[in-house]
């Protein structure tokens, strides 16, 4: 029996890495015989450079920064030959930096994540992979782009209060931004396929999540509104509505604005750099899972290219989450500590999936 476990983090309690190790050591007591292969993965968002670094080595740096609130800390970025770098927004910019307490997407500021950028650019990298998974921001990249020093003006009045004031900004200027970076090449690893703007869009899909109540939606997307037509007074329009530039609160819209780039799926960058095709039909069982399962799941996430794949090669899977929203037919599903309030799977999350894998392999 051989048995791949590809999982994605469980954001805010368990990462890959920890699920693999946790279930590694479960199947390997149980069953001594089968052969157990871990591949932590990503769609983009945490875990995303460890995945990269898994196959194609590079070197961590760390470097000053701010979190999404405007805290000093530290935060990495992968350095690799030929200067190019990988970075993820969730690294500074990510929703587990903040406390549930303090999380508001009106607030929270993607500044941090344009400091590391900005450090990578001066230090003369010139091709930055951007993972754009798992950010507390709905700023729509303007406070990556402010680290970077573009101007934002309502009138003649500059706002430096950015995104707090975005609603009011009509018009932007980058300074030497174009000057400086004009060469910058950049790939936006997006987790989700979500157009800006919309019902199915970054604020309507994701800011709940990252604090918003739902009487304040309608606000938030009135700002995002707002910086589009900022954008599109400046610059040359880009379309809101393709899909991926809701990403990461809107990250992928704001810098395409200033950046030749482009936008790929964060589980195809990674599926190809580790031949995820070949080891997916070579398995008799693959065993993935993320926090929660839900419709998002379903567009572009990790666990839907996996449910995928292993369809397209006939390979059974084993979906391991800690809340259950939505359904795969055709895939084994285990939900992690089902009776038990969120805050408490949380905490005991490496407990609760040694101990649900336990009595699923059981003998």
């Given at each position: 029996?051989?048995?791949?476990?590809?999982?994605?983090?469980?954001?805010?309690?368990?990462?890959?890495?920890?699920?693999?190790?946790?279930?590694?050591?479960?199947?390997?007591?149980?069953?001594?015989?089968?052969?157990?292969?871990?591949?932590?993965?990503?769609?983009?968002?945490?875990?995303?450079?460890?995945?990269?670094?898994?196959?194609?080595?590079?070197?961590?740096?760390?470097l000053p920064t701010v979190d999404a609130l405007g805290r000093p800390m530290v935060a990495r970025v992968l350095l690799l030959p030929g200067m190019e770098a990988v970075m993820e927004m969730a690294e500074a910019s990510g929703l587990t930096r903040l406390e549930s307490w303090e999380r508001s997407p009106f607030l929270a500021s993607s500044y941090g994540s344009g400091l590391l950028f900005k450090h990578l650019v001066e230090a003369g990298y010139r091709r930055i992979t951007l993972g754009l998974g798992g950010t507390a921001c709905n700023d729509g990249g303007a406070g990556f782009l402010k680290a970077l020093g573009?101007?934002?003006?309502?009138?003649?009045?500059?706002?430096?209060?950015?995104?707090?004031?975005?609603?009011?900004?009509?018009?932007?200027?980058?300074?030497?931004l174009l000057s400086s970076h004009a060469d910058v090449q950049v790939i936006m690893a997006s987790d989700v396929q979500l157009p800006l703007l919309g019902a199915q869009g970054a604020t309507h899909t994701f800011a709940l999540q990252k604090g918003a109540l739902p009487e304040e939606l309608e606000l938030l997307e009135g700002r995002m509104e707002a910086w589009r037509r900022a954008?599109?007074?400046?610059?040359?329009?880009?379309?809101?509505?393709?899909?991926?530039?809701?990403?990461?609160?809107?990250?992928?819209?704001g810098l395409?604005?200033?950046?030749?780039?482009?936008?790929?799926?964060?589980?195809?960058?990674?599926?190809?750099?580790?031949?995820?095709?070949?080891?997916?039909?070579?398995?008799?069982?693959?065993?993935?899972?993320?926090?929660?399962?839900?419709?998002?799941?379903?567009?572009?996430?990790?666990?839907?290219?996996?449910?995928?794949?292993?369809?397209?090669?006939?390979?059974?899977?084993?979906?391991?989450?800690?809340?259950?929203?939505?359904?795969?037919?055709?895939?084994s599903t285990l939900c992690l500590g089902k009776?038990?309030?969120?805050?408490?799977?949380?905490?005991?999350?490496?407990?609760?999936?040694k101990q649900s894998l336990r009595d699923y392999f059981q003998p």
């Open positions: 029996m051989k048995v791949l476990l590809l999982p994605d983090s469980f954001k805010g309690s368990l990462s890959a890495y920890e699920f693999c190790r946790s279930a590694r050591e479960v199947i390997e007591k149980l069953h001594p015989d089968w052969q157990v292969e871990a591949l932590p993965f990503s769609d983009g968002g945490e875990g995303f450079m460890e995945a990269w670094h898994a196959t194609q080595h590079g070197q961590f740096s760390e573009m101007k934002f003006y309502f009138g003649n009045q500059e706002l430096t209060e950015i995104p707090q004031f975005l609603s009011l900004v009509d018009r932007v200027e980058p300074g030497n954008l599109h007074r400046s610059r040359v329009p880009v379309d809101a509505q393709l899909p991926g530039m809701g990403a990461a609160g809107g990250m992928a819209f395409s604005h200033f950046y030749p780039m482009r936008l790929q799926s964060g589980f195809e960058l990674l599926a190809e750099h580790h031949q995820l095709s070949d080891r997916v039909r070579s398995a008799d069982l693959v065993i993935s899972g993320e926090g929660c399962l839900d419709a998002s799941s379903f567009m572009g996430k990790l666990t839907g290219r996996v449910f995928k794949l292993c369809q397209e090669q006939s390979t059974k899977l084993l979906l391991v989450c800690g809340q259950i929203q939505a359904e795969m037919p055709g895939a009776h038990l309030s969120l805050e408490e799977r949380m905490s005991k999350a490496s407990e609760l999936l």
